[in-house]
Each structure stands twice: as C-alpha cells, then as structure tokens.
C-alpha cells in the first residue's frame, strides 16, 4: 500500500501487522489484544478502498496477516473473540446487540477484505458463524432499539445484523436481509 496524501497508509498497514504480531507474540491471556487488532484493522479498512487492498502493497499486507493469524497465540484468541461475538448476540435481545454488531461486522472485514476466514480461523470457529447470525436474528426482535439512523455510516448493506431490529419493527431499511446475502454453506462445508 502507497502513501496517499492526508493518509499514512503504510503507518495504518505497520500498526494493524504490530497488533497482530503483539497477539501472536503474547502467551497470556489478554483479551484486548485481539480488540485491539481489529481495531487497527478496521482503522485501515477506513482507509482505503477495496482497489487499495488489492493493489500489490494491500497483497503483501494479506500475506503478512495471514501467517500472524495463524502463529503463536492468535489462533486461540481468535477462537476467544468467536466465542465473545457468539455471546454478546445471544445477550442481544438485553445490552448486546449492538456490541455483536460490531463484533461480526469485524469478522465479515476481516474475511471479506483482508484475509478468508478459511485460511485464519479453525473449523470449529467458522462452524460458529452461522450459530452467530442465527442468535442475531433470533433477538433483533427483542433488541435494545437500534434506529436506522443509529447504525454508522461504515457499515456495508450486507451486514444485514445492525438493520434486523429495524427490519423487524417494519420500518423501512435500506439494508440487505439476512436471506439477501447467501448462504455461509460454502464455510461450513
């Protein structure tokens, strides 16, 4: 990734990799480590545009990410970081739900734009996905109100969790649904 002007994109790109590396790095259980990658992950994908992340420099930045995902103590703070998602959206329907939201939005990022999940989670986190989507769907009903115009403006149609409870009060939603984004059954298989 090149340097654009008003953004330092290989000082983003160097502080997600450090992240991850210091998770990979660290033997204790330090939950915030993993909260911390993503964030500087999500820092990054705000960043750039997806012909960014493609380019020759975001390619080398998706290697780099891919070994530390799987080195050292990330494979298990990863699982951990499933295991909170899955539990903040079955607690959705009492303060958890927008929490999940971000959670499984950072997952959907993290796949979608950096690295697939297949080559950074173990199977068994992967096979939890759907379990999550299931717990959104079943409690956006239940939610704690979470308005159209409280969801951020990041946030791609496809990530049809953060507009469920709104979808499910009848309001109209510029959102996709849940059925509009496919299937996981090719994650799953």
């Known amino acids: 990734m090149g340097a654009d002007t008003g953004r330092d994109l290989p000082g983003l790109a160097r502080r997600a990799v450090d992240a991850f590396a210091e998770s990979a790095a660290r033997r204790r259980d330090r939950d915030a480590l993993m909260d911390t990658a993503f964030a500087r992950l999500f820092d990054l994908y705000r ?16 290697a780099t990410l891919s070994e530390l995902l799987v080195s050292g103590s990330n494979p298990d703070r990863m699982g951990l970081y499933v295991v909170r998602t899955q539990t903040a959206a079955d607690n959705g329907r009492h303060e958890g739900y927008r929490a999940a939201c971000w959670r499984r939005s950072m997952l959907q990022i993290l796949g979608d734009e950096f690295v697939p999940w297949e080559r950074c989670m173990r199977p068994g986190d992967l096979e939890s996905i759907p379990r999550i989507d299931d717990a959104l769907e079943a409690v956006a009903a239940e939610a704690a109100p979470t308005s159209v115009e409280e969801i951020p403006t990041w946030v791609p149609e ?18 996709m649904s849940r059925s509009d984004t496919g299937s996981l059954d090719a994650v799953t298989d």
């Open 158 to 175: 496809t990530h049809w969790w953060w507009w469920e409870p709104a979808r499910r009060r009848g309001e109209e939603v510029a959102g």
């Open 47 to 62: 960043a750039t545009d997806r012909s960014e992340r493609r380019s020759q420099g975001g390619q080398n930045l998706i």
